[in-house]
């Protein structure tokens, strides 16, 4: 994060208005040649960079936490647009492992643990995945919101209803609500 940044971080906190970092987002990070040359033919994407997303936002959630932006605007919200959730448990404590080992020699200046921070500033969306509604309690039932993707390829749309039933089975009534419409209710103040 640059101090340049600064300004946009701060009116973002001060008005309240979510950031939204899509799946597939790389930064200044360069493209593989494969993915370059299927965009510049005009190809459609291959499974390997529609499946890779998932993996490239942890990067990129933790640059955003350990640059130490969210101790600076500390009511700053992130949202993980189509990011999945059932890698965050693992991330969540390879990061806190991480931080706990190398805090001192690497001069971290977090106020918090890197899990504490994402539990606080970051949401993220998903479409179907069992797993990660099987293990909300780690990722955080506060921090996730089901997605439909509707009209793209991936939605489940006009399957959604049961696809609901099958993920959130046996999920208390008041999560299942959390998950699939309070949160973002909620964080985008619609009543």
Known sequence: MSEADYPF??????????????????????QSTASSAAKQSG??????????????????????????????????????????AGWVPA???HMDDHYW????????????????????????????EPFAVNNRHIIGVKNMMWSTDYPHHRCDWPYSRRLIDEMFFEVPASEREDIICNNARELYQLG
């Open 91 to 93: 991330f969540l404590e």
């Open 101 to 128: 080992r190398n805090r001192t020699w690497t001069n971290c200046n977090l106020k918090m643990v890197p899990s504490d921070y994402f539990h606080r500033n970051w949401k993220i969306t998903f479409i179907r």
């Open 9 to 30: 971080w701060e009116a973002a906190e001060i008005l309240d208005t979510p950031i939204h970092v899509h799946i597939g987002i790389q930064g200044g990070r360069k």
């Open 43 to 84: 190809a459609l994407p291959g499974l390997a960079q529609m499946g890779a997303g998932i993996a490239g936002i942890s990067q990129t959630i933790a640059e955003f936490i350990y640059s130490e932006l969210y101790d600076r605007y500390p009511k700053l919200q992130m949202v993980g647009v189509e990011v999945g």
